[in-house]
């Protein structure tokens, strides 16, 4: 079991298609999620389906025991659908994440958080030093998900 604030080790990292080191990847923090930081180039980080449940499990919880104790407090927002529909079934994350139509508002939820924990933030320590900008994509195929972000290439590393 990945340990809280343990770094995890995705499957793949690739650049416009391209497998780069994990080392060469990272994303822009304080920013992330904002259109005007751009991003001309694709980042693809890949991780094992059973880890990113790991990881996600506890921000799960956390949204569980919000929607238990502020009922009337859910918002709009598609995991909000999710958080609903699972206690409404009593269902877990895993189920969740087996349901096309709920799959991927959560693992988007979820994306910044997985990005932190796989390939972290500030400048990648190895060319082609790629930031990630925003999420573009989430997918899920099988045991394994995929998180696709908009991404700069800053000029140099540390």
């Given at each position: 079991?990945?340990?809280?604030?343990?770094?995890?080790?995705?499957?793949?990292?690739?650049?416009?298609?391209?497998?780069?080191?994990?080392?060469?990847?990272?994303?822009a923090?304080?920013?992330?999620?904002?259109?005007r930081?751009?991003?001309?180039?694709?980042?693809?980080v890949?991780?094992?389906l059973?880890?990113?449940?790991?990881?996600?499990?506890?921000?799960?919880?956390?949204?569980?025991?919000?929607?238990y104790?502020?009922?009337?407090l859910q918002?709009?927002h598609?995991v909000?659908?999710?958080?609903?529909?699972?206690i409404?079934?009593?269902?877990?994350?895993?189920?969740?994440l087996?349901?096309?139509?709920?799959?991927?508002?959560?693992?988007?939820?979820?994306?910044?958080?997985?990005?932190?924990?796989?390939?972290?933030?500030?400048?990648?320590?190895?060319?082609?030093?790629?930031?990630?900008?925003?999420?573009?994509?989430?997918?899920?195929s099988?045991?394994a998900?995929?998180?696709?972000?908009?991404?700069?290439?800053?000029?140099?590393?540390?």
């Amino acid at each position: 079991m990945a340990a809280p604030g343990h770094r995890i080790d995705p499957v793949a990292c690739r650049l416009d298609g391209e497998r780069i080191p994990v080392a060469a990847a990272a994303i822009a923090t304080m920013s992330f999620d904002q259109k005007r930081l751009g991003g001309a180039h694709a980042l693809e980080v890949e991780l094992a389906l059973a880890t990113a449940i790991e990881i996600m499990q506890e921000g799960w919880q956390d949204l569980l025991e919000d929607a238990y104790s502020y009922p009337g407090l859910q918002g709009d927002h598609a995991v909000d659908a999710a958080v609903s529909i699972a206690i409404q079934q009593g269902r877990s994350l895993s189920w969740v994440l087996d349901e096309p139509e709920l799959c991927p508002a959560v693992l988007k939820f979820f994306a910044h958080d997985l990005l932190l924990r796989s390939i972290g933030d500030g400048v990648p320590d190895q060319p082609p030093h790629a930031i990630g900008t925003r999420v573009m994509a989430v997918h899920r195929s099988g045991d394994a998900i995929t998180i696709t972000v908009a991404a700069v290439i800053s000029g140099a590393g540390p």
